[in-house]
């Protein structure tokens, strides 16, 4: 299939040769039809397979035919969680739209508000934004969205987990009602499924595969002692070949602005890093050091999880397990895109494994277990009891063991104890449908609960 197929104008097409894209993807091909129609819709897709291009190229279409937007008055928003995300989706519409006269502009925090006074008071036809920014926008009544035909919300469960979704609520009473919604996500928990029930009429829903990791990516889960991830870190750069870009991820900003200047000690390498404590220029700066490939080794937290499209990232880091299965699934999805390969290291500690073997548990597929030969490992860690042979403060049956034949099974696979007994294996898809029954018949319930009489 080509995207001459679709009902695109010759402008789009000429977009789509000019991004460079061959072919639709999947989750484009099930999308573009259904947007272009008009229908709501709910896309879940694994991130970085195309979702982005899945909703501007048909928004594009739609804005195209109809001419430019007044002043202050713009026909479509695009929701994001992140200042990056959001500047990206602007880039990539930017090159889709060239030849077409199309404008948009980012409305995000960490920059001056008056210079977006005065580009949406042009006129674009797209604002993208960062829900607390696009509030106070609203507040100052300088942005009216009475002619607005289309509402994206990106990274959907992103925007709930970071505590947007007052924002969103808030945002989304003051647009018409007469407008078609689309939602797209990498995951889609219950809340997610709420939401689109209250504000999507009668959606159509494309999900591409299950929301797992792609499987070109390389995933190994390192025990270690928490005073030794540092050190451990270094032994695997060491051995690595190939390293172009690598995004060591980490739980929070004071960890990242710490583990920095320890990283460019260690490796010798400039080291660059992003996280919410950076003001836009700054975080801006790094982006594109990092892209131009003068920064090689980028510490980040979670807000480059989602979206960033960085071409040529060939290994991921987690130097602190992810607090989800989801915030895991977005963190290494930053590599392998576009259907290359990458590499994906977890360094676990003690205090860690809880989290490591529900991430197992959530992915449902083997992840190897690493192990650096030659590595002092500490026989007990300052956080617990070590994952090393040796003295531990874990119960016996917690104990790493040899085998006859030399191998020592992985505390992390079914060998050892710390594998969930009753791991549910039910069908994922079942699970899906019987979320959704459960939704509509709270939905159905007009009258509360009344308790009957004794």
Known sequence: MTFSEFALSQAVLDGISNAGYTEPMPIQREAIPSILEGSDVVGCAQTGTGKTAAFLLPIIELLHTQGHARRYRPRALVLSPTRELAAQVVEHFEVLAKGTGLRACAITGGVDIGPQEV???????????????????LSREGLKFTDLQVLVLDEADRLLDAGFLPDVRHIIDRLPERRQTLLFSATMPLEIEQLA??????????QVGLIQPRDSIREEFYPVSENQKSELFRAILAREDGIDRMIVFVRTRARAASLTPILAEVTNLP????????????????????????????VATD??????????????????????AEDYIHRIGRTARADRSGVAYTLVSTRELTLAEKIRGTVRRPIQTGRIPGFPYEELSDDGPSLMPGRSRLPRQYHERETGDGHRPSPFTKSGSLRRRHQDQSDPQENQRNRKKRIERKAKRKLPHKRRKR
Do not use: C, M, W
Not at 123 to 131: K, S
């Open 271 to 298: 080291v660059g890093e992003l996280h919410g404590d950076l003001d836009q220029k700054q975080r801006n700066e790094t982006l594109e050091a990092f892209r131009a490939g003068e920064l090689r080794l980028l």
């Open 303 to 324: 807000v480059a999880s989602r979206g960033l499209d960085i071409a040529d990232v060939t290994h991921i880091v987690n130097f602190d397990v992810p607090n989800t």
């Open 197 to 206: 029930h209250a504000i999507l009429r009668h959606p159509k829903r494309i």
């Open 119 to 137: 580009a949406f008071g042009n006129g674009v036809e797209l604002v993208v934004a960062t829900p607390g920014r696009l509030r106070e926008h």
